[in-house]
C-alpha cells in the first residue's frame, strides 16, 4: 500500500485547494453580491460545470491515452501546474470579473486532472484492497482539508492572498513526488495499450458520406456508456445525488451561515470546518475496513442514518463548542459514506470500465454539486440561514430511500467464499 500513500498527495493537493476555495471564495463573493445567498451559491458551481461535462470525458480520454508516462499521468503533469497558477492569482484580481475569470480557468484546470488521479487508486490496487486503499487516499484528501481550515485561517487572518499562494506551492510540491514515485508502466497491475478498432476508410470526398462515418462512431463511443447504466449503478448514483446534494450545500454556504446566523468572525467560521475534516480523517481508514467487512450499502446506510441526525441538531444549535462537537460527529458518517461510495460504484462493473465509472460517478456528484449551491441559497433567500441544515436532512433522507434500491453483490460473493471454506 506505499504507492497508495504517495498516491494520496495527489488528493492532499486537491482537497487543499477545494478546502481553500469553498471556505473563503464565499465570503469574497459576499463583498460583491451581498444581498444573494442564491447568486453566491451559482458562482460557487462554476467547477461544477466542468465536472459534469469534462470530466467524464478526461476519465474515457485517459483510458484511451498511451504515453511514456503512462494513461493518466500527462493529465497531472498539464492540469497541476496550471490550476496552481490560477489558485494563485484569485485572491489578486481587483474586479469582479477578474476574479470570475481567474475562478473559471482554476475550476477548468483542476478538471484536467481530478478524474485521471481518481483512477489510478484502482489501477495501481488490486480488487480487494481498494476500499481500504481509498481510505487511505481520503484521509490524505482530509489532511488537505484540514491543513486548509485550520492553517488557512490562520494565513486568511494575516493576507487573504497568503492560503492560495501556500496551495499552489503544495500544488506543485504534490505533482514532484507523484512524478517521482509513481511509474504507472511499472506500478499499474495490468497496463492495457488502447488499440483503436479498425476505422471503415473514407473512399469519396462527399460530406454525407464522412458525416455518416462520424455518427457511426460517435454511437459506438456512446455504447460503452450505455451498458454501465444498469439498475443498481442508477439507484445507487441517485442516492450519490442526494448525499452529496446535501454536503456540497452546506460546504458552499457554510462560512455564510456562520458569519451570518451563528455570528461567528470569518476565521471561527472557517475554522469549525476542520472538525468535519478532523474526524473524517481519523475515520477514513476504519471506514474502509468496515465497509470491506459489513458491506458497503450497509456501513453508507449507517452514514447516511447518522447524518440525518447531525444536519438535523445542528439547526437548534446556537453555541460553538456544540456545533464544532456535532462537525466532529458528523465528520465519522460522513467517511463512512464517502470512502465506501466509489468503490461501490467500481464493484458494480467490469475492471475495463474503471475510467468510465470514474466519469459516471462524477456526473452524480458534479450533477449534486451544480445544482446545490443555488438551490441551497434560494432556501436561505426565502427563509433564511435557520433552514440551511433542515434541506440539508432532506438530501440524506431521500438517498437512504434511493440505497435500498441497491445490493452489495460484491459483499454477498466474498461471503459465500468465507462460508464455504
Same mark, same amino acid.
Given at each position: 500500500?506505499?504507492?497508495? =500513500?504517495?498516491?494520496?498527495?495527489?488528493?492532499? *493537493?486537491?482537497?487543499? /485547494? =477545494?478546502?481553500?476555495?469553498?471556505?473563503?471564495?464565499?465570503?469574497?463573493?459576499?463583498?460583491?453580491? @451581498?444581498?444573494?445567498?442564491?447568486?453566491?451559491?451559482?458562482?460557487?458551481?462554476?467547477?461544477?460545470?466542468?465536472?459534469?461535462?469534462?470530466?467524464?470525458?478526461?476519465?474515457?480520454? *485517459?483510458?484511451?491515452?498511451? /504515453?511514456?508516462?503512462? #494513461?493518466?499521468?500527462?493529465?497531472?503533469?498539464?492540469?497541476?501546474?496550471?490550476?496552481?497558477?490560477?489558485?494563485?492569482?484569485?485572491?489578486?484580481?481587483?474586479?469582479?470579473?477578474?476574479?470570475?475569470?481567474?475562478?473559471?480557468?482554476?475550476?477548468? *484546470?483542476?478538471?484536467?486532472?481530478?478524474?485521471?488521479?481518481?483512477?489510478?487508486?484502482?489501477?495501481?490496487?488490486?480488487?480487494?484492497?481498494?476500499?481500504?486503499?481509498?481510505?487511505?487516499?481520503?484521509?490524505?484528501?482530509?489532511?488537505?482539508?484540514?491543513?486548509?481550515?485550520?492553517?488557512?485561517?490562520? &494565513?486568511?487572518?494575516?493576507?487573504?492572498?497568503?492560503?492560495?499562494?501556500?496551495?499552489?506551492?503544495?500544488?506543485?510540491?504534490?505533482? @514532484?513526488?507523484?512524478?517521482?514515485?509513481?511509474?504507472?508502466?511499472?506500478?499499474?497491475?495490468?497496463?492495457?495499450?488502447?488499440?483503436?478498432?479498425?476505422?471503415?476508410?473514407?473512399?469519396?470526398?462527399?460530406?454525407?458520406?464522412?458525416?455518416?462515418?462520424?455518427?457511426?462512431?460517435?454511437?459506438?463511443? &456512446?455504447?460503452?456508456?450505455?451498458? $454501465?447504466?444498469?439498475?443498481?449503478?442508477?439507484?445507487?448514483?441517485?442516492?450519490?445525488?442526494? =448525499?452529496?446534494?446535501?454536503?456540497?450545500?452546506? $460546504? %458552499?454556504?457554510?462560512?455564510?451561515?456562520?458569519?451570518? $446566523?451563528?455570528?461567528?468572525?470569518? /476565521? $471561527?467560521?472557517?475554522?469549525?470546518?476542520?472538525?468535519?475534516?478532523?474526524?473524517?480523517?481519523?475515520?477514513?481508514?476504519?471506514?474502509?475496513?468496515?465497509?470491506?467487512?459489513?458491506? #458497503?450499502?450497509?456501513?453508507?446506510?449507517?452514514? @447516511?442514518?447518522?447524518?440525518?441526525?447531525?444536519?438535523?441538531?445542528?439547526?437548534?444549535?446556537? *453555541?460553538?463548542?456544540?456545533?464544532?462537537?456535532?462537525?466532529?460527529?458528523?465528520?465519522?458518517? =460522513?467517511?463512512?459514506?464517502?470512502?465506501?461510495?466509489?468503490?461501490?460504484?467500481?464493484?458494480?462493473? #467490469?475492471?475495463?470500465?474503471?475510467? /468510465?465509472?470514474?466519469?459516471?460517478?462524477?456526473?452524480?456528484?458534479?450533477?449534486?454539486?451544480?445544482?446545490?449551491?443555488?438551490?441551497?441559497?434560494?432556501?436561505?433567500?426565502?427563509?433564511?440561514?435557520?433552514?440551511?441544515?433542515? %434541506?440539508?436532512?432532506?438530501?440524506?433522507?431521500? %438517498?437512504?430511500?434511493?440505497?435500498?434500491?441497491?445490493?452489495?453483490?460484491?459483499?454477498? #460473493?466474498?461471503?459465500?467464499?468465507?462460508?464455504?471454506?
Amino acid at each position: 500500500m506505499k504507492k497508495t =500513500w504517495l498516491l494520496g498527495f495527489g488528493f492532499f *493537493s486537491i482537497s487543499l /485547494t =477545494w478546502g481553500l476555495y469553498n471556505a473563503f471564495i464565499p465570503l469574497i463573493l459576499d463583498n460583491y453580491v @451581498v444581498k444573494s445567498a442564491m447568486l453566491v451559491g451559482f458562482l460557487m458551481t462554476i467547477d461544477n460545470y466542468f465536472g459534469l461535462f469534462l470530466q467524464p470525458i478526461i476519465g474515457r480520454k *485517459s483510458d484511451k491515452t498511451d /504515453t511514456k508516462i503512462g #494513461k493518466r499521468m500527462p493529465f497531472l503533469l498539464i492540469g497541476m501546474p496550471l490550476a496552481a497558477i490560477f489558485c494563485a492569482l484569485i485572491p489578486l484580481s481587483t474586479s469582479f470579473s477578474l476574479l470570475i475569470l481567474f475562478m473559471v480557468l482554476m475550476n477548468l *484546470s483542476m478538471s484536467l486532472y481530478r478524474s485521471p488521479t481518481v483512477s489510478l487508486m484502482p489501477d495501481i490496487t488490486v480488487p480487494s484492497k481498494r476500499t481500504q486503499a481509498n481510505g487511505i487516499i481520503n484521509l490524505m484528501g482530509g489532511i488537505g482539508s484540514i491543513f486548509a481550515f485550520t492553517v488557512g485561517s490562520k &494565513l486568511y487572518d494575516q493576507h487573504i492572498a497568503l492560503p492560495f499562494l501556500t496551495s499552489s506551492v503544495l500544488t506543485l510540491m504534490s505533482l @514532484v513526488i507523484l512524478m517521482m514515485f509513481i511509474r504507472e508502466r511499472r506500478d499499474a497491475l495490468e497496463y492495457i495499450t488502447y488499440t483503436p478498432q479498425k476505422q471503415e476508410t473514407v473512399t469519396h470526398e462527399r460530406v454525407w458520406g464522412r458525416a455518416h462515418i462520424l455518427l457511426r462512431q460517435a454511437k459506438k463511443e &456512446l455504447s460503452t456508456y450505455k451498458q $454501465e447504466w444498469t439498475l443498481p449503478t442508477l439507484f445507487l448514483l441517485g442516492a450519490i445525488y442526494f =448525499w452529496f446534494f446535501s454536503y456540497q450545500g452546506i $460546504e %458552499a454556504l457554510f462560512t455564510l451561515y456562520g458569519r451570518k $446566523e451563528l455570528n461567528l468572525t470569518d /476565521t $471561527e467560521a472557517s475554522f469549525s470546518l476542520a472538525f468535519f475534516s478532523l474526524s473524517f480523517v481519523a475515520a477514513a481508514i476504519p471506514a474502509g475496513y468496515l465497509g470491506h467487512k459489513y458491506g #458497503k450499502k450497509s456501513t453508507i446506510m449507517f452514514g @447516511v442514518v447518522g447524518l440525518i441526525i447531525v444536519f438535523s441538531s445542528i439547526s437548534f444549535v446556537d *453555541s460553538l463548542l456544540t456545533l464544532r462537537i456535532l462537525l466532529l460527529i458528523g465528520g465519522i458518517f =460522513w467517511a463512512l459514506i464517502n470512502i465506501n461510495s466509489y468503490p461501490f460504484v467500481i464493484a458494480l462493473g #467490469k475492471e475495463s470500465s474503471i475510467g /468510465t465509472r470514474t466519469g459516471i460517478y462524477y456526473i452524480a456528484s458534479s450533477l449534486a454539486a451544480l445544482s446545490s449551491p443555488p438551490l441551497m441559497g434560494l432556501i436561505v433567500d426565502l427563509l433564511g440561514y435557520s433552514y440551511l441544515f433542515y %434541506a440539508a436532512s432532506g438530501g440524506m433522507i431521500i %438517498a437512504l430511500f434511493f440505497l435500498f434500491g441497491v445490493k452489495d453483490q460484491s459483499h454477498k #460473493k466474498r461471503t459465500t467464499i468465507h462460508a464455504s471454506m
